[in-house]
């Protein structure tokens, strides 16, 4: 068989960020690239580089990153089903809390990361007095009866095409602090808090800044008006604290139809496949 020819795959990931450093290589600990790339290379064995739609921090869950990979055409996992590809990873991943919940091949000019037209994040915030017990290490938990109402206000500021230098760290890497955000959007869920933030890209540590000035909001320190303020004063000093990295969640990623679309085959085991 020739093993020089590829076929890219697309990867839809899940994990427990709780951990790992977060999705891209790094000198020391565990991460999801090194994770997936591992186990790519003890499948098929050969070296593989996996690229992912955005380098989620240490501490940050995924229910739909997603990634992509060049496969050997002619392999025998390759000519079959995609579970059989799916089964394979699982099975190397098994010790980890890192899972490709499906996969489908795609165009050889797809990337995870350059063709996403929007990237939809999840926060989690559970306001109650008893600390989270099944939900530990999954929600940022607070004590504070948080106004929805005021954060809801305060949010407001941040929609649209902004300079956002107040709400990116001093380490972030992006050449622009002009970013555009599509949505953000509260929800209540009982002692739950739920807040989404929808654009195509985001700086360095963006939303759980967001996160953590909207909260002050909610807890009345700041005024929803002040949101603007510390917007249009370009410094990081002035905006809240960075929200706790285990309430976050990369929760979607969106991309033009003909390259990947929304319905990712839900695959089961069974002896549909042979």
Same mark, same amino acid.
């Given at each position: 068989?020739?093993?020089?020819k590829?076929?890219?795959?697309?990867?839809?990931?899940?994990?427990?960020?709780?951990n790992?450093?977060?999705?891209q &290589?790094?000198n020391?600990?565990?991460?999801?690239?090194?994770?997936?790339e591992?186990a790519?290379?003890?499948i098929?064995?050969?070296?593989?580089?996996?690229q992912?739609?955005?380098?989620?921090?240490a501490?940050?869950h995924?229910?739909?990153?997603?990634?992509?990979?060049?496969?050997?055409k002619?392999?025998r996992?390759?000519? &079959?089903? =995609?579970? #059989?590809?799916?089964s394979?990873?699982?099975?190397?991943?098994?010790k980890?809390?890192?899972r490709v919940?499906s996969t489908k091949q795609?165009?050889?000019?797809?990337?995870?990361r350059?063709s996403?037209t929007?990237? #939809? #994040?999840?926060?989690?915030? %559970?306001?109650?007095?008893? =600390?989270p017990?099944i939900?530990?290490?999954?929600?940022?938990?607070?004590?504070?009866?948080?106004s929805?109402?005021?954060m809801?206000?305060?949010?407001k500021?941040l929609?649209?095409?902004?300079?956002f230098?107040?709400?990116r760290?001093i380490?972030?890497?992006?050449?622009s602090?002009?970013r555009? %955000?599509d949505?953000i959007s509260?929800?209540?869920?009982?002692y739950e808090?739920?807040?989404?933030?929808?654009?195509k890209?985001f700086l360095h540590?963006q939303v759980?800044?967001?996160v953590?000035?909207i909260? &002050?909001v909610?807890?009345e320190?700041?005024?929803?008006?002040?949101?603007?303020n510390?917007?249009?004063?370009?410094?990081?000093?002035?905006?809240? @604290?960075?929200?706790?990295?285990?309430g976050? #969640?990369?929760?979607k990623?969106?991309y @033009?139809?003909?390259?990947l679309?929304d319905?990712w085959p839900?695959i089961?085991?069974?002896n549909?496949?042979?």
């Open positions: 068989m020739e093993y020089n590829t076929v890219k795959y697309a990867l839809l990931i899940e994990y427990d960020g709780k790992l450093v977060g999705w &290589k790094q020391e600990g565990i991460s999801v690239q090194g994770s997936l591992e790519a290379k003890n098929f064995n050969q070296k593989f580089e996996i992912g739609s955005g380098r989620t921090d501490g940050v995924a229910l739909g990153q997603v990634a992509h990979i060049n496969l050997p002619n392999h996992l390759t000519t &079959k089903h =995609p579970f #059989y590809i799916i394979a990873f699982n099975s190397h991943l098994k980890s809390n890192i919940v795609v165009a050889s000019d797809f990337n995870a350059f996403a929007k990237r #939809y #994040y999840k926060y989690r915030i %559970l306001c109650r007095a008893a =600390p017990g939900e530990k290490g999954k929600v940022w938990h607070s004590r504070k009866n948080l929805i109402r005021l809801e206000e305060g949010t500021y929609i649209g095409k902004h300079d230098t107040s709400f760290t380490n972030c890497q992006a050449k602090p002009i555009t %955000l949505e509260i929800t209540n869920l009982g808090i739920n807040i989404k933030v929808v654009a890209s540590s759980r800044i967001i953590g000035t909260y &002050k909610g807890e320190i700041l005024e929803p008006e002040d949101v603007k510390i917007l249009e004063s370009k410094n990081r000093n002035l905006a809240g @604290p960075t929200a706790p990295a285990e976050l #969640y990369l929760e990623v969106e @033009p139809n003909d390259l679309d319905n839900i089961y085991d069974s549909q496949y042979d």
